[in-house]
């Protein structure tokens, strides 16, 4: 049974920093992608960035590019978000997501099989 943990989301001041990890279990990490999104308040769940376990390669959203890093340990079956320039725009909850085979797109909440609970994150002004 696949399970995906999410920890590190709590309350930042803007310009602050936050690492979440997803610790993953019951999946086998190199093959596949791992991905983070967020969903705000009355918002759909939007991708941020995700990480592709084979050569590493990764991808962000436009609205975080440059401020947060995806990075996996495949040994501990972990991959992390380093959230910083943190912004009040950046308040969501965000989401952990496994592809359980090959998909040909990263980017939407379909090209994954299996999601985490969430972790809330809150940036203040």
């Known amino acids: 049974q696949v399970q995906l943990v999410e920890s590190g989301g709590g309350l930042v001041q803007a310009g602050g920093s936050l690492r979440l990890s997803c610790a993953a279990s019951g999946l086998t990490f190199s093959r596949y992608a791992m991905g983070w999104f967020r969903q705000a308040p009355g918002k759909e769940r939007e991708f941020v960035a995700r990480i592709g376990w084979s050569g590493g390669s990764t991808d962000y959203a436009d609205s975080v590019k440059g401020r947060f890093t995806i990075s996996g340990d495949n040994a501990k079956n972990t991959v992390y978000l380093q959230m910083n320039s943190l912004k009040p725009e950046d308040t969501s909850v965000y989401y952990c997501?496994?592809?359980?085979?090959?998909?040909?797109?990263?980017?939407?909440?379909?090209?994954?099989?299996?999601w985490g609970q969430g972790t809330q994150v809150t940036v203040s002004s």
């Open positions: 997501a496994a592809q359980g085979r090959y998909y040909s797109s990263y980017y939407y909440t379909s090209d994954y099989d299996y």
